[in-house]
């Protein structure tokens, strides 16, 4: 892997609500999570991450509450709030519309 | 609900910073400490897992900046600190400081004290119910009744009343003067007689007791009474036991049922309410226009619409009763606006002129302030060049000019309680009572709203000044010259852009104070045909029961004024319904020539009606032009004669041969006693607003006696010290009897035009103030493109030009400036001065001298201004003023 793969703001925030849409997370996790799932592929920058969760939280779309983490820490975890959840179905539906757009033109022109 | 938990959020950011900046410092923290425990367990080393891990992060310190930026907490800091920073800048030249918050607080001070009384008079005049569907009702028979002629007959009264269609409810009522009190404790007291439903069509209720009831105007059931709350207080000592007591008004005995809410005194300034109880008789005349009546429109009505529907009410009854009633128009107009025509002009003048010192101290201080930012242009490259872009520039200096508006704001209405309450207080209630609301001036939330709002008004027009100046910094030019930063055209044009307005604001506002000034002086000689020096005026209320008959008033005031005459000092002594500057109408009249064709009902004419003793027309030194004066021969079984005014005399008789006519009072059908005209004197000013040459009727006391009257004394010394010999003149014939409205005829002129006068000072000041503030401002600019050329002065010198040319180049630039301005500000105040003249009921006139004189004063002080800074630069060495720099 040479340079980690540069996220568009939009998708890095689609991303991080999708990760956390099953359990709440903290920041830690959701990059591993994301660099995991997406084969290696996917690498959250830390500097891109804390600020674009501070963002949707402070947009309402998820919500932050200290916990405890699995090595026993005190950790924010962030979860989807029901607006967030709303929120992710439309992006993500706009996302697959678009990434279908694109491999149409991409494998027919 | 979102917006709510953001707002929470950067509150929580800005409140608990310390708290917020904890939270993020453990959160990063926490990331990096379980990325060390994950590189642990994927087997580094502990240096190696730690390294690993802080460079995987990256810069911590600019994470959190982005992260607080993703909070919003940026603009609110930033903020704060802009302000810490603008308060610091202020605090290190308090000169400047001082200099610029006295200006602003003085204007915006200005504006709050006159938009107090344009609050209280012409925004809120009345606390009724729905006020703006109350309007006037009146008929106009076409002809100049005098100011303020606004009546109804009773008769057409009630057919309006009755008629379905134009108003919810209608109600009549007409002012009356009461002697109240008893026997020995008569006073007089302005009251208003009113329809029993007065009250309700106002919608307004009785603080305490209850209203008039049905039934209660029929003459005979009348006697009961409403009173003011002023009246209550001040006559009755705020008696809480005051409701069913019996109070004695022009000798009959009345119950007071009511008392009104303390700022209810409608008409003012009646201060006493009884019904009016019209005979039978009396409620069908529909000769006399004696009543004011008041409508509520009803709902969904216009008063254009009420107004088309009266053209056809009055054409019906001028069908319908055409003696009576032709040529008579039924006439609508809002209660409110009513008010206006008096009102409006002298305030909004007032108001127009305090804005206009306003926008004179703004531009004043933009052209200071941008002074300052000439001086602060490398701070502000050196800013742009560290990246703040043009919005935080902005917010930096608006937030600076702010500051300086809301400490100007907060000193303005710490000072406008006080100057409210003088300005109040400086009009005799001679003159005030007729204004209603007047007591209402006060600063109240409006006011204080008004200030906040041109406070912040004004810190927004400095800060956007100031932008202008940043929006053209180049941090890479800017930077690299040596000198204070030079002055670009554009900049330089802005500042000459704000002194020309300066001078246009300065001009004319000198040419409206002067103006106003003008038609003070002008006023206080207005009164003419007599000599108020040396007079003085006593009014005396004789109680209607113990005077019912006119001989028992003959004998008292024959007694009184033959005791006066004979003090020692007093030259003549003699009596008067009305005297002039009294702010009272004179009673009027119609009256009809013996002879005379029978005329149209609304041609029969109409004068003022006076009566006076003997020694009235000697006593104001009135002229006496032809015919003969009323003796003491002309008395109560003697024929009766009058005198008429020279007005009345050229109107009716123009070929000059009114004496030996006869007239007599009422309309065609009066059955009133003929009167022969016997004499003709001069035309006198009755008060300020009256024409002149208004037609006046005299009838001699002694035929026609009256229990009030104005006595008057010309006196050789000062007239007030008459006043203790005239008690014990008088006392000795009736103990009971009380002097009031004790003052000489001068005061009493100089009263009477009191608001005029506070106008005149008023404006006085704005100009002075303006004319200050534009000297200063052309000064400032000049004397620094002055200082700006010192070096081009001095090789210019250098070189041997002409010091004389070049003092004409400095010279010849204040002169453009001013030029510029005056151009613009003469049509401006010649199209000011003439709407003036038109509006300020003619006393004040378009005067070129006023505008000559001021141009040229204008002219002086910008000459003075470019001399002053160009005769330091030429005395400079030109040796200094080429190393200046």
């Known amino acids: 892997m040479s340079k980690p793969t540069d996220l568009v703001q939009g998708t890095l925030d689609l991303l991080i609500l999708k990760t956390i849409a099953l359990e709440p997370m903290h920041g830690w996790a959701i990059a591993q999570r994301i660099r995991q799932v997406s084969k290696e592929v996917l690498q959250v920058n830390q500097g891109a991450l804390y600020p674009a969760l501070h963002r949707l939280e402070q947009q309402g779309w998820i919500a932050a509450e200290w916990g405890e983490s699995e090595n026993n820490r005190r950790a924010k975890y962030y979860a989807l709030t029901k607006s967030g959840k709303k929120y992710l179905q439309s992006e993500q539906a706009n996302w697959e519309r678009l990434s279908a757009a694109i491999g149409l033109v991409l494998k027919t022109a | 609900m979102r917006w709510i938990k953001s707002i929470g959020n950067r509150l929580r950011s800005v409140f608990y910073r310390n708290a917020a900046e904890r939270e993020l410092d453990q959160e990063l923290k926490f990331h990096v400490e379980r990325q060390i425990s994950a590189n642990l367990a994927a087997g580094m080393s502990a240096e190696e897992a730690r390294r690993a891990a802080l460079l995987e992060f990256g810069g911590v310190e600019q994470c959190k900046e982005e992260c607080r930026e993703a909070r919003g907490i940026e603009r609110f800091e930033s903020l704060l600190a802009d302000l810490r920073y603008g308060f610091r800048t202020l605090r290190k030249s308090p000169g400047f400081t001082f200099l610029s918050v006295m200006t602003l607080a003085l204007g915006i001070g200005a504006n709050t004290a006159i938009f107090s009384m344009v609050n209280a008079l012409l925004l809120h005049p009345y606390n009724f119910r729905s006020l703006d569907t109350l309007v006037r009702v009146w008929e106009d028979r076409g002809i100049d009744e005098g100011f303020d002629a606004r009546y109804i007959t009773p008769g057409d009264a009630e057919d309006l009343r009755l008629t379905e269609g134009f108003f919810e409810s209608m109600t009549t009522y007409g002012f009356q003067s009461f002697g109240m009190g008893t026997e020995g404790d008569v006073q007089p007291v302005l009251g208003c007689k009113v329809s029993v439903n007065f009250f309700d069509v106002l919608g307004v209720g009785p603080a305490a007791g209850r209203l008039f009831a049905p039934g209660e105007e029929h003459p005979g059931s009348d006697q009961v009474a409403i009173v003011s709350h002023g009246l209550w207080q001040r006559r009755f000592g705020g008696d809480a036991q005051l409701l069913g007591k019996s109070l004695s008004l022009n000798g009959r005995a009345y119950t007071i049922v009511g008392i009104m809410p303390k700022d209810f005194d409608y008409p003012v300034p009646a201060e006493l309410w009884v019904p009016l109880a019209l005979t039978p008789a009396e409620k069908a005349d529909r000769s006399q226009l004696s009543l004011s009546a008041l409508a509520r429109l009803k709902a969904g009505v216009s008063v254009s619409q009420a107004a088309a529907a009266l053209v056809n009410f009055s054409g019906r009854l001028e069908q319908e009763y055409p003696k009576t009633n032709a040529g008579r128009k039924t006439t609508v107009l809002q209660l409110r606006k009513e008010l206006y025509m008096f009102t409006l002009p002298l305030f909004s003048l007032l108001q127009v002129a305090a ?143 704000l002194v020309v307005a300066q001078v246009i604001f300065a001009l004319v506002l000198l040419v409206c104070a002067g103006l106003t000034i003008q038609g003070f002086v002008r006023l206080a000689s207005v009164y003419q045909g007599f000599e108020p020096a040396s007079v003085l005026r006593v009014e005396i209320s004789l109680p209607e029961k113990a005077y019912a008959d006119k001989v028992k008033i003959q004998n008292f005031y024959q007694q009184l004024l033959r005791g006066a005459a004979a003090m020692p000092g007093v030259q003549v002594a003699s009596l008067v319904t009305n005297p002039p500057a009294s702010n009272v109408d004179n009673q009027t009249t119609y ?191 000049l004397s620094e493109s002055v200082a700006q050329r010192t070096h081009e002065i001095g090789i210019r010198l250098a070189l041997g030009a002409n010091p004389r040319d070049l003092m004409n180049l400095v010279l010849g630039q204040a002169l453009k400036l001013t030029g510029i301005g005056l151009a613009i500000a003469l049509p401006i105040s010649m199209a000011i001065a003439r709407a003036m003249a038109s509006l300020i009921f003619g006393v004040v006139s378009m005067d070129f001298a006023i505008l000559g004189a001021f141009t040229t004063l204008l002219l002086l002080v910008a000459l003075l201004a470019g001399y002053l800074p160009a005769r330091r630069a030429m005395r400079v060495d030109p040796m200094i003023s080429l190393r200046y720099e």
């Open chain 2, 355 to 497: 804005s206009f010192v306003l926008l004179l101290a703004s531009a004043n201080l933009a052209n200071l302030v941008f002074a300052r930012m000439i001086g602060r242009q490398r701070e502000i490259a050196m800013r742009a060049a560290l990246g703040a872009s043009r919005g935080r520039l902005a917010q930096l200096f608006l937030s600076e000019t702010m500051l300086f508006s809301i400490l100007a704001g907060i000193l303005a209405m710490a000072i406008s309680f006080g100057s409210v309450r003088a300005l109040r207080t400086s009009i005799p209630v001679g003159w005030t009572k007729w204004v209603p609301g007047w007591d209402g001036i006060r600063v109240d939330g409006n006011v204080l709203a008004f200030t906040v709002l041109v406070a912040a008004a004004v810190g927004i027009f400095l800060g956007w000044v100031t932008m202008l100046h940043t929006s053209r910094v180049e941090p890479n030019k800017t930077l690299k010259e040596t000198g204070a930063g030079m002055v670009t055209p554009a900049k330089r044009r802005v500042r000459s852009a």
């Open chain 2, 591 to 781: 009256f009809t020539i013996e002879g005379q064709a029978a005329v149209e009902a609304n041609e029969v004419p109409s004068a003022d009606l006076q009566i006076a003793s003997p020694g009235f027309f000697d006593a104001l030194k009135i002229s006496f032009l032809a015919g003969r004066e009323f003796s003491d021969a002309d008395g109560p079984d003697s024929a009766r004669v009058v005198l008429i005014s020279s007005g009345m005399a050229n109107r009716f008789w123009p070929r000059g041969d009114a004496p030996g006519h006869r007239i007599r009072l009422g309309a065609q059908d009066s059955q009133e006693a003929w009167l022969t005209i016997v004499g003709i004197v001069g035309d006198v000013r009755q008060n300020w607003w009256n024409p002149l040459t208004r037609p006046v009727i005299y009838e001699p006391f002694a035929q026609s006696p009256q229990r009030s009257m104005t006595v008057l004394l010309r006196t050789s010394s000062e007239p007030t010290s008459y006043v203790p010999g005239l008690r014990e003149v008088s006392r000795p014939i009736d103990a009971g009897v009380t002097l009031r409205g004790i003052n000489t005829l001068e005061e009493e002129i100089a009263d009477s035009i009191a608001i005029v006068r506070i106008m005149g000072i008023l404006m006085g000041i704005f100009g002075m103030v303006a004319l200050a503030l534009s000297s200063i401002g052309v000064y400032g600019v």
